[in-house]
């Protein structure tokens, strides 16, 4: 009786008894072979035939040890049709985008049996297949097929179904936390007549993809088309043109919001250059209304991207808050019908314009009061001086978040009713950042004089400083911090279904809990304040924000790194029995300061110089002796801190409770709420 595998391989050459393993008397063969992927998968016994084994033979499984496939389409379809443990799928991963755009039932094989008896073009056939190695049940794409498959763009893989699936996931995905310049009735209007620019489509199919809740398939096929628009892009970089801006800004903000930071930062400068040049910074009146207002919001983007990115430093700007002349986003209806706005310009009382203008535009306006309270607070920490000396300017700061809120147009108040009426709506998220990023500011202007946070003013500098003065700005930043709780506990507790808050609530959490950290004195033992209390309300704020993970890149480790602070709130200090103790120390004394958010520069010292050290250091550090390295040599270490596990534990708790992080070694580019590197602020010693 023929063996199985002769039937499916047609070819029994291959099948000697030369291929095979064979036992001669007394003599053992010896197993040099490993079982292969589905037979250690499903923990059975491999026989380890070549070049299929048997197990894989009956129960139709792809076999690591088949080097090529008789049948690629049968390949494909019993890799599909059964899971890894043998048994008939019943479900699929993922359906294609013409099933989901009809809401029927997808084979989920490659291509899919609807689209195979319609005669339609099946993009799970195009763009996720399975690949024929070792991957397992579905195909995971390697570099080399995504790449691939990014140069076949030309031979557009979707039909127009599918297409508009991922058009209206792209505008769907865009809340109106960024209200978005591309006015979806043109857009589909361009594309129906084959008239809309081909990088454009692009970028709007793949971002439309990659938020719509794909597989990692999915989201890495998207990765490549934008890899390639943005190739396409820089090579056509001389153009000056509007829709290769709208490209450029499009690839921009899905690198910053994937946490592609260094090609955010360096396409910012490009389109801000690109669009300074068009002179969209400055209204024309002889434009079409929607015209106009798209390059209003599209150089929008730019402006709000430069002020996160910025930090208050003024070399780094490319978008100064001086040079906006135009109006600030209108409201979504305004620009759907294309009727002219009626918004007003930064630096306008904007009370009376509020049913005219978008919510996000108060947002943009109060992005520019954070930018000057961020370059205050740095001036005053470069100069060494005591923040005293300088009030009269923090009051003119705060008077002006102030008026900025006595000019909220009154559906945007922070009131109760309003909580619960805006929470449920479209304008949710942007009604949430709004108030988060107002009481934020006010932690930003106060919290330089609460020592041992990375914001603060040197130890010298503190000790010139009235106590008085320095109460007064601590229990304001405590103040604030503690109205946070509270929103975002509320906001928590309304159990919405819209997404709350935008890419900067991970980042105001930490410096939340960074601050209630260092304040522990000034809470009460009991009652709404307490610390307790306010884990609570921090933990509930985690749970807010973690949706956001799924759509920026770097939450994730911003929220971990909170969480780890927010669990020791209200522990007992360990700074005065720690060798760590002497880094906050360190940073008190220092004369100068480090202004990135999350940086921790005596780990990256500890990075640098391991290679030639041989390993970490511990942090302690007496800076006394005039040198770094003599420091170290005198400090106490950790014995076999890479080797020991419970001493890299104990001491990640001690730096919990410092409020210190290892969530980022020192890194440029991170700058999304609290400031950019800024070498004038830095250590001395590095």
């Known amino acids: 009786m023929a063996s199985p ?11 000697n008894d030369a291929s095979r393993p064979r036992s001669d008397g007394n003599v053992r063969v010896m197993r040099t072979l490993p079982a292969c992927n589905q037979c250690r998968l499903r923990k059975v016994k491999c026989d380890r035939l070549q070049p299929v084994c048997n197990a894989c033979v009956r129960l139709h499984l792809n076999c690591s040890y088949a080097t090529r496939s008789a049948s690629p389409i049968f390949e494909n379809r019993r890799v599909l049709d059964f899971t890894e443990a043998g048994l008939k799928r019943k479900r699929t991963r993922l359906a294609c985008g013409n099933c989901r755009a009809t809401k029927t039932k997808c084979s989920g094989t490659s291509p899919c049996e609807r689209c195979q008896s319609k005669g339609l073009a099946c993009d799970l056939g195009t763009s996720i297949a399975p690949s024929s190695g070792n991957d397992g049940a579905i195909g995971i794409p390697t570099p080399k097929t995504v790449a691939s498959s990014a140069t076949t763009m ?31 009735p043109t857009v589909l209007a361009d594309w129906s007549k084959d008239a809309l620019n081909s990088s454009l489509l692009e970028c709007i199919v793949a971002i439309g993809l990659f938020t719509s809740g794909s597989r990692p398939e999915g ?5 490549a088309w934008l890899q390639k628009v943005q190739e396409d892009v820089l090579k ?24 592609d930071s260094a090609d955010a930062w360096s396409l910012l400068a490009l389109a801000a250059r690109s669009a300074f040049t068009m002179r969209l910074n400055y209204e024309r009146d002889g434009l079409d209304p929607l015209v106009q207002e798209s390059h209003r919001r599209l150089i929008w983007v730019i402006y709000q991207l430069d002020r996160l990115f910025s930090g208050g430093i003024e070399d780094l700007k490319v978008c100064p808050v001086e040079r906006m002349h135009i109006r600030l986003p209108c409201d979504e209806r305004s620009f759907e019908l294309g009727i002219a706005s009626k918004a007003g310009f930064l630096g306008e009382a904007a009370k009376e314009l509020g049913p005219y203008m978008h919510p996000h535009a108060f947002q943009l306006a109060l992005l520019g009061t954070r930018d000057r309270i961020l370059r205050y607070t740095k001036d005053v920490r470069r100069s060494g001086k005591s923040p005293a000396e300088s009030q009269s300017e923090m009051r003119t700061l705060q008077a002006e978040l102030d008026v900025f809120e006595q000019n909220l147009p009154p559906e945007l108040k922070l009131t109760p009713q309003r909580l619960v009426v805006v929470g449920h709506s479209r304008e949710a998220s942007t009604y949430a950042a709004l108030h988060s990023l107002w009481m934020m500011c006010h932690c930003d202007l106060y919290r330089f004089c609460v020592p041992g946070i990375r914001e603060s003013v040197s130890k010298d500098a503190l000790a010139i400083t009235p106590s008085d003065f320095i109460e007064y700005c601590q229990r304001e930043c405590l103040s604030k911090a503690i109205q946070l709780c509270e929103l975002w506990s509320h906001l928590y507790q309304l159990e919405s279904s819209e997404c709350l808050g935008n890419e900067s609530l991970p980042v105001c959490i930490y410096q939340v809990a960074q601050i209630l950290h260092h304040l522990p004195r000034l809470l009460p033992e009991s ?22 993970t799924q759509l920026y890149g770097n939450t994730s480790k911003c929220l971990r790194d909170a969480e780890r602070l927010i669990d020791a709130l209200g522990r007992e200090s360990m700074l005065q029995s720690s060798p760590e103790h002497s880094t906050v120390e360190g940073m008190e004394v220092a004369e100068q300061h480090l202004a990135s958010r999350h940086s921790f520069l005596p780990r990256l010292y500890r990075r640098q110089e391991s290679s030639e050290r041989g390993g970490y250091r511990a942090e302690g550090e007496d800076r006394s002796d005039g040198g770094l390295c003599n420091a170290e040599m005198a400090a106490p270490s950790y014995p076999g801190t890479e080797d020991n596990l419970l001493d890299r534990e104990k001491r990640v708790q001690q730096e919990a409770e410092q409020g210190l992080s290892d969530m980022f070694f020192w890194d440029p580019f991170n700058m999304q709420l609290n400031g950019y590197y800024d070498p004038d602020l830095d250590f001395p010693f590095v």
């Open 219 to 223: 989201q890495a096929m998207a990765r």
């Open 154 to 184: 030309s031979a557009w893989p979707l039909d127009k179904t599918a297409t508009r699936g991922f058009i209206d996931a792209y505008f769907n995905a865009t809340n109106t936390a960024t209200p978005v310049f591309l006015h979806k």
């Open 5 to 15: 595998l002769e039937h499916i391989a047609g070819d029994s050459a291959i099948f």
């Open 236 to 259: 056509r970089i001389g153009q000056q043109s509007v829709s290769h801006l709208m490209v450029l800004v499009l690839v921009l903000r899905f690198r910053y919001q994937v946490g």
């Open 527 to 548: 009652g709404d304040n307490c610390i307790a209390s306010l884990k609570k309300k921090l933990t509930e704020a985690i749970q807010l924000a973690s949706p956001l």
